[in-house]
């Protein structure tokens, strides 16, 4: 079974960046996305950064111009660097790959932003 195993999680304070990475435990065929999700408390998961297998990436509004989204599909990896990080952006993040008939997605990294 494949498991997306995340790190880069953890404190930062408001202002600062933090970079997320995600790999897969096994190899994945067909990915036509991978990217990255957050979660907050009794809120549904919200996207933060996509880039599909074309290289085209889309990220979440408040994060246009401050974030940047890498993936590598050959090593089934994907990175996100966050900078001028917000304390409303203190959420759970999770990675995702998505093929064509299945998704993945990662157990989740804590970021907390502090003032």
């Known amino acids: 079974q494949v498991q997306l195993v995340e790190s880069g999680g953890g404190l930062v304070q408001s202002g600062g960046s933090l970079r997320l990475s995600c790999a897969a435990s096994r190899s994945i065929v067909r990915i036509n996305a991978m990217g990255w999700y957050r979660q907050d408390p009794g809120k549904g998961r919200d996207l933060v950064a996509i880039i599909s297998s074309d290289g085209n990436t889309n990220y979440a509004d408040s994060l246009k111009g401050r974030s940047t989204i890498s993936g590598d599909y050959a090593m089934n990896t994907v990175s996100l660097k966050m900078n001028s990080l917000r304390l409303e952006e203190t959420a759970i993040y999770y990675c995702?790959?998505?093929?064509?008939?299945?998704?993945?997605w990662g157990q989740g990294t804590q970021v907390t932003v502090s003032s």
């Open positions: 995702y790959i998505g093929t064509d008939g299945r998704v993945f």
